[in-house]
């Protein structure tokens, strides 16, 4: 069982910059594979980006990649999102996941936070 709650969300000016975080519990947190997903209103949630468990390989949308990079400290069993550049339609609530196998793909990932809301302003 891996239980998940993010943070750093909150309102920011286009072009800034915000870092959200994950913190995983578990013993097992380090086995899995992370990605950030996302959820405009009114829209389907989407993939973000996605970290392997063990040779850290990294996955981006096309629309955030340059400008958003996923990390992760498994001895601190969290998962970080630093987003840079944000635009106005970055605009949404961000959710953390946590899956069994390296995926870009939304149902392969089992464990999921409650979302953070990340708004910016044009």
């Known amino acids: 069982q891996v239980q998940l709650v993010e943070s750093g969300g909150g309102l920011v000016q286009a072009g800034g910059s915000l870092r959200l975080s994950c913190a995983g519990s578990?013993?097992?947190?380090?086995?899995?594979?992370m990605g950030w997903f996302r959820q405009a209103l009114g829209k389907e949630r989407e993939f973000v980006t996605a970290?392997?468990?063990?040779?850290?390989?990294?996955s981006y949308a096309g629309s955030v990649k340059g400008r958003f990079t996923i990390s992760r400290d498994n001895a601190k069993n969290t998962v970080y999102l630093q987003m840079n550049s944000l635009k106005p339609e970055d605009t949404a609530v961000y959710y953390c996941?946590?899956?069994?196998?390296?995926?870009?793909?939304?149902?392969?990932?089992?464990?999921w936070g409650q979302g953070t809301q990340v708004t910016v302003s044009s």
């Open positions: 996941a946590a899956s069994p196998v390296y995926s870009v793909y939304e149902k392969a990932y089992t464990y």
């Open positions: 578990g013993r097992t947190f380090s086995s899995y594979a």
């Open positions: 970290i392997n468990w063990s040779d850290r390989s990294t």
